[in-house]
């Protein structure tokens, strides 16, 4: 299949193209837009606007910033979705997600936009609509002095020899590659821990007559969402190349999104903004500015606050063990400016007595408060920021509400403000149960401590503290599976 190369409007030689990439949404594409929780990862040099806010970057790579409104996803050059947008479902209902699709396509401020065929579409869809471009060969595209080079899934099974499949999938050089797979060996681990990428991409990308591309965006692996750099090419012809996985979907079978939208910027002088190996993320990332040294005689500590006057407090170890949580009160900011100091200090002091106490544990490491969660903002924040003034070896990490529901709470979950509160408390029964160290929860939660405990058990499973999948143990309806 020889490569169809067209020119697409012209951008008058831009020095710097903007792309807006998603990939994986498998028919859950409002969720990118209906809600704050999904926020963009930025690769970009300046300032990225949308229609109500703008959000200035000092030209290093940012992995949140919040610039939405209900309707629109950050404003670029190009909107590239590199695949897997269909449902699977067959019928009426694959359709109408079809139109839906192309319906929110058309929201979108793109001038233009580029759907790249993924291993769960169908080979033929108009997007009469929204007018975007849907590609099914590979193909080439020129965006003024840029070249993007588009491979869709499937491409590296035409009916070719091997020895030049190679080269009908890429031109001899490009300054992007867009394909739905990742490269082999590159941000393409499975679930099963298998790597899942094509090498056949891969071989055409280091057999490349010309340099290899600065930018190689890609998505098909949910898990591998991420980004990292790498040099391709032969002796003669070498560049360093980022590749970003930029798959929007949960790991595994596709449920829900994770993760908002790639922002890359790509500049003739500069190249690629940002662009340093990146674990996945969609939660603010914590600063490594206070970060404690590594004891290996202490155990690391989390505290998480669900700030408020009624205030949720949770306490967890580096085994991912809940070890207290409790409903606190404040009579008044004045009253919770005095106590808070106090809190911290004990909570620490009193799991140490307690070990101390018992036998069984009097030999284990020291506990050491190394990271305090916090949900919430206003004056009462102050307090706690305060008290950690001369506590230089505790983290303040500050977590939005929609960042850890949007881990463990279902897109039904989070439609109200009740919903969202009655799937916390259950949730928090059932951590309580799976890694509690006080017996299981008798008669309801209280919202507060329900949200801290759910709050804390998705930030120390972000620390690598708690490892399963899913988080969340559901039934095969969805309903959280609460012990009894």
């Not at 914590?286 to 306490?315: F, M, Y």
């Not at 004045?334 to 200090?345: C, F, H, M, Q, Y």
Request: hydrophobic share 35%.
């Amino acid at each position: 299949a020889e490569s169809l190369a067209r020119e697409l409007p012209d951008f008058h030689a831009k020095d710097t193209l903007r792309l807006v990439v998603i990939s994986d949404t498998h028919g859950y594409e409002r969720a990118l837009t209906d809600t704050d929780c999904l926020e963009p990862w930025l690769f970009i040099n300046d300032t990225l606007k949308s229609a109500e806010e703008e959000t200035n970057t000092d030209g290093i790579q940012t992995d949140l910033c919040v610039v939405k409104n209900s309707y629109l996803l950050p404003e670029g050059d190009i909107l590239l979705h590199l695949g897997d947008f269909a449902v699977d479902r067959g019928g009426t209902a694959r359709q109408n997600a079809l139109d839906r699709f192309d319906r929110w396509l058309s929201l979108q401020p793109h001038p233009v936009k580029i759907v790249v065929r993924g291993n769960h579409d169908p080979a033929q869809v108009k997007f009469s609509l929204s007018q975007a471009t849907y590609v099914t060969r590979p193909e080439t595209m020129t965006f003024g002095n840029k070249t993007i080079a588009i491979v869709p899934y499937g491409s590296s099974g035409f009916s070719v020899s091997k020895a030049t499949r190679s080269s009908c999938l890429i031109p001899s050089t490009c300054d992007i590659l867009a394909t739905h797979e990742p490269p082999h060996s590159i941000l393409d681990s499975c679930l099963s821990g298998d790597r899942a990428g094509s090498r056949v991409i891969r071989s055409a990308v280091e057999n490349m007559k010309g340099l290899p591309p600065k930018l190689w965006v890609c998505g098909h692996i949910h898990e591998g969402r991420g980004s990292m750099r790498h040099t391709f090419g032969t002796k003669h012809t070498t560049r360093e190349t980022v590749v970003i996985n930029a798959a929007n979907a949960n790991h595994g079978r596709a449920n829900h999104l994770m993760h908002g939208p790639v922002v890359v910027d790509v500049s003739e002088k500069n190249g690629i903004c940002g662009g340093k190996e990146q674990k996945p993320s969609l939660q603010k990332t914590i600063s490594t500015e206070r970060k404690r040294e590594k004891n290996d005689n202490e155990e690391e500590l989390l505290l998480a606050i669900d700030l408020g006057l009624r205030c949720g407090a949770s306490l967890y170890d580096s085994s991912g063990k809940l070890l207290r949580y409790e409903q606190l009160h404040f009579t008044d900011s004045e009253e919770l400016n005095e106590r808070v100091p106090l809190l911290i200090d004990s909570w620490e002091s009193d799991i140490n007595s307690k070990m101390e106490s018992d036998p069984s544990t009097a030999n284990e490491k020291r506990r050491v408060l190394s990271y305090l969660a916090i949900e919430g903002g206003g004056d009462l924040l102050n307090a706690w920021e305060s008290s950690l003034a001369d506590k230089k070896d505790i983290q303040l990490v500050y977590v939005r509400p929609e960042e850890w529901r949007a881990n463990l709470l279902t897109q039904k979950e989070r439609k109200s403000g009740r919903l969202s509160k009655e799937a916390a408390r259950l949730i928090a029964r059932q951590v309580v149960s799976d890694f509690g160290s006080m017996g299981d929860h008798k008669g309801k939660f209280k919202t507060d401590a329900a949200e801290s405990v759910a709050m804390g058990f998705y930030m120390a499973s972000h620390l690598g503290w708690i490892v399963r999948t899913p988080l969340v143990k559901r039934y095969s309806n969805g309903n959280i599976i609460v012990p009894k």
